[in-house]
């Protein structure tokens, strides 16, 4: 069964930093696009960050500044840096995969950017 189980949230500073992990199965992670979306209290769930398997990026525009995605894949993980953090970074997070046109969402996993 393809799974995606994120790691790394909870409180933070505004200003603070925080890494988001995803450990993705291994038969979906070899292939996949993986990425990270996000979804704010009462907002639309949007994209954050992508990365292909042969490490093409893309970011969103507000956030390119200040996060970074990196992919492991000896250990089938994909990481989501994000520095500088503002309480409009308060969100739920998802790591997402895509693979031969199917997608596979995370359970998420809540970040609070707060004092």
């Known amino acids: 069964q393809e799974q995606l189980e994120e790691s790394g949230g909870g409180l933070v500073e505004p200003g603070g930093s925080l890494r988001l992990s995803c450990a993705a199965s291994g038969s979906l992670f070899s292939g996949a696009t993986m990425g990270w979306f996000r979804q704010a209290p009462g907002k639309q769930r949007d994209l954050v960050a992508t990365?292909?398997?042969?490490?093409?990026?893309e970011y969103e525009g507000s956030v390119k500044e200040r996060v970074i995605i990196f992919r492991d894949n000896a250990k089938n993980t994909v990481h989501l840096q994000m520095l500088k953090m503002t309480p409009e970074d308060t969100a739920v997070y998802y790591c997402?995969?895509?693979?031969?046109?199917?997608?596979?969402w995370g359970q998420g996993i809540l970040v609070t950017v707060s004092s």
């Open positions: 997402w995969a895509w693979k031969l046109t199917a997608n596979y």
């Open positions: 990365i292909t398997p042969g490490g093409t990026i």
